[in-house]
């Protein structure tokens, strides 16, 4: 069995070129003192990188449109998975309960940092 | 079964996709809940520990970004396959795949020689929640970078015969999956400290 070529191919070793490029300005960005700047070099490069991979490389916009429907529901799987459990790791106490064992080790590491 | 027939697996498409790219979809589907599960765990549990900062501080940003680079390359390579594949030259597609494991092969060296410092200066799985999350993450990620280089040679092998060249795109899809898991880890793991 053959491949029928469904995709047209762009210049790939141009797409490489940028996600290298974009590489080093999350790296450069994560010297930065400043948070904002930290947080967009980080993971605002992250999504872009993977938006460049996915488009470019795996062609998913040119997939039959239920193929990137099946991924994005399972992107918002992980949304739910999220708001649904993070109130009560991200938090370690509330107005009617407590966390003392999730707490104990956030309080020893703040009160590390303050010596 | 003849050298000719096929699995009517195989023949058939209800989806108007052909089967194996249809099926390599459903496990980066699958893969996309493992990983952003655990991802998704990862980042609540941070947010909620700021003291693992000191622990996140030594992890090796030149090794991230070095292995951010070889799986991009790769990925490159892989790409480059399935070009080749669809132009009908396998021996060509062959070559470029196994040069995308030659990548997955260096990143795993890395990751060996990073872990071995980790270990080394005496942080292990059970050193504390930042670095049972870290070997987790990077050792699920690691294993699945394995199991790709192996599939990969097998593909590559009948590629060379200009045979099942369809895998080759299939195979290159798990390959950039596997990528833009690393592409979130790096900044999770090396940079967000």
Not at chain 1, 54 to 71: G, I, Q, S
Not at chain 2, 96 to 107: E, N, P, W
Request: aromatic fraction near 12%.
């Amino acid at each position: 069995m053959t491949t029928e070529a469904h995709v047209q191919h762009p210049n790939y070793v141009k797409v490489w070129a940028i996600l290298v490029a974009l590489l080093a300005v999350s790296v450069v960005g994560s010297m930065s003192h400043v948070r904002v700047v930290l947080l967009v070099a980080a993971f605002g490069v992250a999504v872009v990188k993977a938006y460049l991979v996915a488009k470019n490389f795996m062609h998913v916009t040119v997939e039959k449109r239920w193929v990137p429907y099946l991924l994005i529901m399972c992107l918002l799987f992980i949304a739910i998975l999220f708001a649904g459990v993070a109130p009560d790791v991200m938090k370690h106490s509330g107005v009617n309960w407590s966390n003392p064992s999730a707490n104990r080790p956030a309080e020893s590491g703040a009160a590390a940092k303050r010596e | 079964m003849s050298a000719t027939a096929k699995p009517i697996a195989n023949t058939r498409s209800a989806t108007g996709i052909p089967t194996a790219r249809l099926i390599t979809w459903w496990v980066i589907a699958s893969e996309i809940v493992i990983f952003g599960g655990l991802l998704a765990s990862y980042v609540m549990h941070r947010i909620g520990h700021p003291e693992w900062a000191e622990s996140a501080s030594h992890t090796l940003t030149w090794a991230g970004a070095f292995n951010t680079f070889v799986l991009l390359t790769s990925s490159l390579c892989a790409v480059l396959a399935h070009k080749a594949a669809d132009a009908h030259d396998g021996p060509r597609a062959a070559k470029l795949l196994r040069l995308t494991s030659l990548g997955g092969v260096i990143f795993l060296c890395v990751k060996a020689y990073e872990w071995t410092i980790d270990i080394r200066e005496g942080f292990v799985l059970s050193s504390g929640g930042f670095w049972s999350f870290y070997y987790t993450l990077a050792g699920l990620h690691g294993l699945h970078v394995l199991a790709g280089m192996i599939i990969m040679l097998i593909v590559a092998a009948d590629a060379a015969k200009n045979q099942e060249l369809q895998r080759v795109e299939c195979i290159g899809l798990y390959w950039h999956f596997v990528d833009i898991v690393w592409i979130f880890l790096f900044p999770l793991l090396y940079i967000a400290r």
